[in-house]
């Protein structure tokens, strides 16, 4: 069975500076993927190869068919980082927003009945129905997000793709929206790639993570991100098993091979992550997990008390990934 993408030896330059070099994957249908990696790292340059927004050298299949020849846009949903229609003040209602993630059949190009039914579908399911005849420029940051997303469900498209879709959002919405992410994936089976640094909250739900630097570091499941050597290089070995236990509520999957894997650091990270589920979001210390390059934000990475009364001493973090030897291939999971 075809994956929902496949990538084989993708790169990329922008005039004279290399963004991605010989990038290969393969995302299966029904897959959720964090994708992670610094600021300037080129996610966001792998998201629009995938869509076709850009060109590069390599070869990308969309559920089977070689991009050129892909037709059925239907099937994906995109969320930009930064879209042009919440960037505008032009009076559009949010049930004429999410009416443009249709492609209408008949040849005036008027929305039917049907088509009206869809969006309100779409509308109930991210919780924003009873914004329908709002103005969407007057709507929160939050509010707007729910409606594009909203946008990209009208067509129910069996793979979603999102660029950072929780920057500038406030707590609460990050929950609810990332919540609502998680149950299509797990009740509706739609496949998800991320870019995200909110690493907290969407980590409930990530089944892979997908770690690019101008290349693929890494792209597997949860375990292999705990014991892979090249993130432990990138990020340091005690910011990569915190993250791994802020997606698995406080639980290694490695179990009682825990220690033997981190020399200790995964008993330390775990009594962390408690921690941090455990207490109020404002007495939970938010710094970036490793190095300031990793872009990533780990609740939970600063030490609580009750883990410094541990009998266990946590070893030191590693250098930051600046210092460290770059990975030159892919590892772990690698379909």
């Given at each position: 069975?075809?994956?929902?993408?496949?990538?084989?030896?993708?790169?990329?330059?922008?005039?004279?500076?290399?963004?991605?070099?010989?990038?290969?994957?393969?995302?299966?249908?029904?897959?959720?993927?964090?994708?992670?990696?610094?600021?300037?790292?080129g996610k966001t340059t792998l998201l629009k190869l995938v869509?076709?927004?850009?060109?590069?050298?390599?070869?990308?299949?969309?559920?089977?068919?070689?991009?050129?020849?892909?037709?059925?846009?239907?099937?994906?949903?995109?969320?930009?980082?930064?879209?042009?229609?919440?960037?505008?003040?032009?009076?559009?209602?949010?049930?004429?927003?999410?009416?443009?993630?249709?492609?209408?059949?008949?040849?005036?190009?008027?929305?039917?009945?049907?088509?009206?039914k869809e969006v309100y579908r779409a509308l109930t399911q991210?919780?924003?129905?009873?914004?329908?005849?709002?103005?969407?420029?007057?709507?929160?940051?939050?509010?707007?997000?729910?409606?594009?997303?909203?946008?990209?469900?009208?067509?129910?498209?069996?793979?979603?793709?999102?660029?950072?879709?929780?920057?500038?959002?406030?707590?609460?919405?990050?929950?609810?929206?990332?919540?609502?992410?998680?149950?299509?994936?797990?009740?509706?089976?739609?496949?998800?790639?991320?870019?995200?640094?909110?690493?907290?909250?969407?980590?409930?739900?990530?089944?892979?993570?997908?770690?690019?630097?101008?290349?693929?570091?890494?792209?597997?499941?949860?375990?292999?991100?705990?014991?892979?050597?090249?993130?432990?290089?990138?990020?340091?070995?005690?910011?990569?098993?915190?993250?791994?236990?802020?997606?698995?509520?406080?639980?290694?999957?490695?179990?009682?091979?825990?220690?033997?894997?981190?020399?200790?650091?995964?008993?330390?990270?775990?009594?962390?992550?408690?921690?941090?589920?455990?207490?109020?979001?404002?007495?939970?210390?938010?710094k970036s997990a490793g190095n300031t390059g990793a872009g990533?934000?780990?609740?939970?990475?600063?030490?609580?008390?009750?883990?410094?009364?541990?009998?266990?001493?946590?070893?030191?973090?590693?250098?930051?990934?600046?210092?460290?030897?770059?990975?030159?291939?892919?590892?772990?999971?690698?379909?």
């Amino acid at each position: 069975m075809p994956g929902a993408i496949e990538a084989e030896h993708l790169s990329f330059k922008y005039t004279r500076t290399l963004v991605l070099e010989d990038v290969s994957f393969c995302i299966e249908e029904g897959d959720y993927v964090g994708l992670i990696g610094p600021n300037g790292g080129g996610k966001t340059t792998l998201l629009k190869l995938v869509l076709g927004l850009e060109k590069g050298a390599g070869k990308i299949k969309l559920f089977g068919v070689l991009l050129a020849d892909f037709k059925e846009w239907q099937k994906i949903g995109y969320l930009a980082q930064k879209s042009p229609v919440s960037q505008t003040r032009f009076p559009v209602s949010v049930e004429e927003v999410v009416l443009m993630g249709l492609c209408y059949d008949n040849a005036h190009k008027e929305p039917t009945l049907a088509n009206l039914k869809e969006v309100y579908r779409a509308l109930t399911q991210t919780r924003t129905r009873n914004l329908a005849k709002r103005i969407f420029s007057d709507l929160s940051v939050g509010q707007q997000q729910r409606v594009l997303l909203a946008r990209a469900l009208v067509s129910k498209p069996q793979l979603l793709i999102l660029d950072e879709p929780s920057a500038a959002m406030d707590a609460a919405s990050r929950e609810m929206f990332f919540n609502l992410l998680g149950e299509l994936n797990q009740k509706h089976g739609v496949t998800i790639l991320l870019i995200t640094h909110d690493t907290g909250e969407v980590g409930k739900y990530i089944s892979k993570f997908m770690y690019i630097d101008k290349e693929l570091v890494f792209f597997g499941d949860k375990q292999a991100f705990c014991q892979s050597k090249k993130v432990a290089e990138k990020l340091g070995p005690f910011a990569q098993h915190t993250i791994d236990h802020l997606h698995n509520h406080g639980h290694c999957p490695l179990g009682c091979h825990c220690d033997d894997v981190h020399g200790g650091v995964g008993h330390y990270a775990a009594h962390g992550a408690e921690a941090a589920h455990g207490g109020s979001e404002a007495q939970t210390t938010e710094k970036s997990a490793g190095n300031t390059g990793a872009g990533f934000s780990a609740a939970g990475a600063d030490t609580p008390a009750s883990a410094k009364d541990e009998s266990r001493t946590a070893p030191a973090p590693q250098p930051d990934a600046e210092n460290s030897t770059p990975a030159q291939t892919a590892d772990g999971g690698q379909q």
